[in-house]
């Protein structure tokens, strides 16, 4: 069965750094890697998904992640943190042929002014 | 294109009711998966359904169960609640419920058990 791992709980950046959060998932096959997030008292929204091709894959919102088998990761990064950011995020995997995600236990962002 | 809907946004019950939660995938989408989110335990899946049928479900007791109609629209009903069920319920829906299908998330409907 697969597993995600996103080994920080709380990650506080100011305003303007960079932002890496990380992810490791463990699958015997290529994975499909997705990271969400989710504002207070709301769903949640893709930021950005890979499942084949290039390993550096653009989000939204100036977000990106790059998957790289080796180290068995997909780590998103932002070059420089917005306030309107802090938010929980969440990556995700999905295998086989069903739907179903399996999710790590989030990263929740604060940013300082 | 409206996104997915989820009602009620919120609700309170008392252990031992039952309660229905509904949920509207985007239209075209005929895949519609549950998940249940508690501070405790995280985000989990509860179960998918695809064309009315359930086709994979998570590793939850029997009390949690769920419908999907012709028109994809998706209900889950949860039996004898139990103050451990008090979560954020989200429901998601994709075009065909494949694992490389991204999921679309509604809002949530927020359950308080007393």
């Known amino acids: 069965a697969q597993s995600v791992t996103q080994p920080d709980i709380h990650i506080t950046v100011s305003e303007g750094a960079s932002l890496e959060l990380r992810c490791n998932y463990s699958?015997?096959?290529?994975?499909?890697l997705f990271w969400y997030v989710q504002s207070p008292g709301q769903g949640l929204q893709l930021l950005l998904k890979?499942?084949?091709?290039?390993?550096l894959v653009q989000g939204i919102k100036g977000f990106e992640a790059e998957f790289k088998r080796s180290q068995s990761s997909f780590n998103l990064r932002k070059p420089s943190v917005h306030w309107s950011d802090a938010a929980e995020y969440f990556c995700?995997?999905?295998?086989?042929?069903?739907?179903?995600?399996?999710f790590g236990t989030g990263t929740r962002l604060q940013v300082t002014l | 294109k409206a996104g997915v809907t989820q009602t009620p946004r919120y609700l309170i019950k008392t252990r031992g009711q039952q309660v229905t939660l509904s949920c509207s995938p985007i239209?075209?989408?005929?895949?519609v998966s549950w998940y249940q989110q508690t501070p405790g335990q995280g985000l989990q899946f509860l179960f998918e359904?695809?064309?009315?049928?359930?086709?994979n479900k998570g590793n939850f007791p029997g009390r949690f169960s769920g419908r999907q109609f012709s028109n994809s629209r998706s209900e889950m009903n949860v039996s004898t609640l139990e103050l451990g069920d008090s979560a954020l319920y989200l429901c998601?829906?994709?075009?065909?419920?494949?694992?490389?299908?991204?999921?679309?998330f509604g809002p949530g409907t927020r359950l308080t058990v007393l």
């Open positions: 699958y015997g096959a290529t994975p499909y």
């Open positions: 998601a829906s994709s075009l065909e419920g494949r694992a490389r299908d991204t999921q679309y």
């Open positions: 890979y499942f084949s091709g290039d390993t």
């Open positions: 239209s075209g989408h005929r895949s």
């Open positions: 995700a995997v999905g295998a086989g042929t069903a739907s179903k995600l399996t």
């Open positions: 359904y695809f064309s009315e049928t359930q086709r």
